[in-house]
């Protein structure tokens, strides 16, 4: 498989290519060629890991099987609540969110086929939970080092302690600014000569490693129930693009759903047609804190006109106030406890009506939430036993302002 720019489809990329870069020379977003179609009778009654290998040789022309076993040794419950709605839990990874699927086979398949002498950095901005699942999948790997930047006082109290806990190759910066901030000084230093000496590598859902091991699980579930809608809690889009990709790969995908927070640049364009990006704010939904969602060009990438995306796409954007009221609906309802960015899936379903077969995509385990969650449910949440252990460790951090020359000299000073 070759990939292009979403901007110029006369150059030809390599994955390796793709992977390294992230970011296209012209700015574009990397894209299969074409995306394969298969024969969706070869992938029924596959493991887990083995569909993942199948399918993603179809992008990264090596055999995977061993990366696979290795990235995805945790289970994907699918909850059935009633005769139409089931949960898809993605939480299950060692970090409690889905960032892991994708961290966990990217940091995976970069040490079994990219090793090498060399010490790279891999530089993340973090709204709350890319930076736990990239520096999990990364920590004590050879050669690699991870930086993570986040917003100081903007990700709850529980994110901030997995970030700052790792140790060893993991190191935090806590930025005084917003996630904007981070991702400005990120972006700023891939582009800078003088840091070219910490061979920074980026991981952000930009990176095809970071998107097309997710199109594994909506592969899987499909196949168990077709045809359903899929409802995806969305920031930057990255999630939501690796669905609409299976769903081009031919598996039975019915609608897709983006369900995003009071940041309303999706709902507007799925509106009016017009694509505005705006300023984040800050909500309980705080992964999806994203005023200008960064896979936006891949989306339009593969439903170039309006008319194709209004056919194949819904978008709502839920408050703050009615995350609240469906985190505690929906523990009313089916006894089940859900984190705010899963509640505005559940929110989605009776905003659209939507009467059929519905899956939402659990986005994390509401124990990262447990101070603002176990308010709305007046019950206390059982934390998982990864989430505890790490919770016990000390945790460090570097206290920074939001200007690239501080992440300069701190580089430069670590060891
Ligand atoms: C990252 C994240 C999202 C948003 O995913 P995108 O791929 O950025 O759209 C939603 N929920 C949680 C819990 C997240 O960590």
């Not at 806590?174 to 000496?197: E, H, M, P, W, Y």
């Not at 995003?260 to 705006?278: A, F, I, R, V």
């Not at 009221?325 to 905003?351: G, R, V």
Request: aromatic share 12%; with cysteine.
């Amino acid at each position: 498989m070759k990939y292009i720019s979403t901007r110029n489809s006369k150059i030809k990329y390599s994955i390796d290519q793709a992977i390294n870069l992230g970011l296209a020379p012209d700015g574009g977003l990397f894209v299969p060629v074409k995306i394969p179609k298969v024969n969706i009778q070869n992938y029924h009654s596959l493991t887990f890991p083995d569909l993942a290998s199948k399918l993603l040789s179809n992008y990264f022309d090596k055999n995977l099987k061993l990366v696979c076993k290795k990235a995805f040794n945790f289970k994907v419950p699918l909850i059935k609540l009633n005769e139409n709605t089931s949960v898809l839990e993605l939480f299950h990874g060692p970090t409690c969110a889905f960032k892991d699927f994708a961290a966990r086979f990217m940091a995976e398949y970069l040490n079994q086929f990219q090793s090498s002498s060399k010490l790279k950095t891999v530089l993340v901005a973090t709204s709350g939970d890319t930076g736990g699942a990239v520096a999990s999948a990364f920590l004590n790997k050879k050669n690699y080092r991870v930086v993570i930047l986040y917003p100081k006082d903007k990700v709850s109290k529980r994110q901030e302690k997995q970030l700052t806990s790792f140790g060893n190759n993991v190191h935090a910066i806590a930025v005084n600014g917003t996630f904007d901030d981070c991702q400005k000084i990120v972006k700023q230093s891939f582009l800078d000569k003088r840091f070219k000496k910490f061979n920074l590598m980026s991981a952000n859902s930009v990176n095809l490693a970071r998107i097309l091991p997710q199109v594994v699980y909506y592969a899987f579930i499909s196949l168990k129930k077709p045809k359903a809608s899929w409802i995806i809690p969305t920031g930057n889009l990255g999630n939501a693009t690796a669905c609409l990709i299976a769903k081009k790969m031919g598996f039975p995908i019915g609608k897709v759903i983006f369900a995003c927070n009071s940041n309303d640049t999706l709902y507007k364009y799925y509106s009016t047609g017009k694509y505005n990006p705006q300023k984040s704010k800050h909500t309980l939904a705080n992964a999806m804190d994203v005023g200008a969602p960064s896979n936006f060009e891949r989306v339009q990438h593969f439903y170039p006109n309006y008319s194709q995306f209004k056919k194949n796409i819904s978008v709502v954007s839920i408050s703050d106030v009615e995350i609240r009221k469906f985190i505690k609906k929906t523990y009313k309802e089916h006894h089940y406890i859900i984190c705010p960015h899963t509640a505005t899936a559940f929110a989605a379903i009776e905003k659209l009506n939507i009467k059929g077969s519905a899956i939402i995509a659990s986005t994390a385990h509401p124990a990262k939430f447990d101070s603002m969650v176990e308010l709305c449910v007046n019950t206390k949440i059982k934390t998982p036993k990864m989430l505890a252990d790490l919770l016990k460790r000390s945790s460090s951090y570097f206290n920074m302002k939001p200007r690239k020359k501080y992440l300069y000299s701190y580089l430069k000073n670590l060891k």
